[in-house]
């Protein structure tokens, strides 16, 4: 029988390319989304995969959502923590709120998310959990404290509950891609991308979402079994620490 995966923010963006490239693999595929459902249902018409709305902030939505996806596609196989948004100011400027908003999105999300699908997956002795971080939680980022610190914080959630699964066959693996080509990037002026974007990375180009999406078509595959706890650095040589 076909694995289920769920995708946080599979609707768009990155997400979007994980979801497809999980429903080419095989698995029957769950995309979650907040709030656009206008992009939600033009996803679901061109892929024909199935679309969920619920906030990652809330842990009772999670388990709500959880088990609407359980009862129509089956357990979850592999969860993909993707969903992420960035606030960015200065810290002198930055508000509570604006802190707060990212942190329960980024870093909270990830439990609210994977807590109710862990204890399945440890009955099932099986599951995959691959978390969508980012260069800023390695390397820092002036801005983006609140991201900079999910992003970090998702990383030692990834650690520790590797541990925690390893003898339950559960991976559990972390992603950092670095500037991919997606709307955000899009807003960004041909004259930054080409004097202070494109020259801190090697390679000398953004990287693509289906270039991520194969980073998770990967760690949720039986060849990556022995891999847990790690992280992934997708990011064209820009940060290598
Ligand atoms: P997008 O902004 O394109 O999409 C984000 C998705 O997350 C959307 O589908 C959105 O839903 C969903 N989402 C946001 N907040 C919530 C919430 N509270 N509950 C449920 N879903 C939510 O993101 P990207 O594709 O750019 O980024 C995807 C991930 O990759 C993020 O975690 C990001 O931090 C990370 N990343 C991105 C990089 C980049 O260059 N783009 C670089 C490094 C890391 P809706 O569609 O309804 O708005």
Redesign the pocket.
Known sequence: MARTAIV??G?????ASIAKALKAAGYQVAA?????DD??NAFRQETGISVYK????SYDACVAGIAKVEAELGPVDVLVN????TRDAMFHKMPPEQWKEVID??LT?LFNMTRPVWEGMRERGFGRIIN?S??NGQKGQAGQANYSAAKAGDLGFTRALAQEGARKGITVNAIC????N????ATISEDVMQKHILPQIPVGRLGEPDEIARCVVFLASDDAAFITGSTLTANGGQYMG
Not at 11 to 15: A, E, K
Not at 32 to 36: F, N, P
Not at 82 to 85: D, K, P
């Open positions: 946080t923010g609707v768009r963006g990155i997400g979650t989304y907040a709030g656009q992009a939600a619920w906030d990652v902030r993707n969903a992420g948004i999105t980024n999300g969508i980012s260069i891609p670095g500037y991919i997606t709307a955000m990037m």
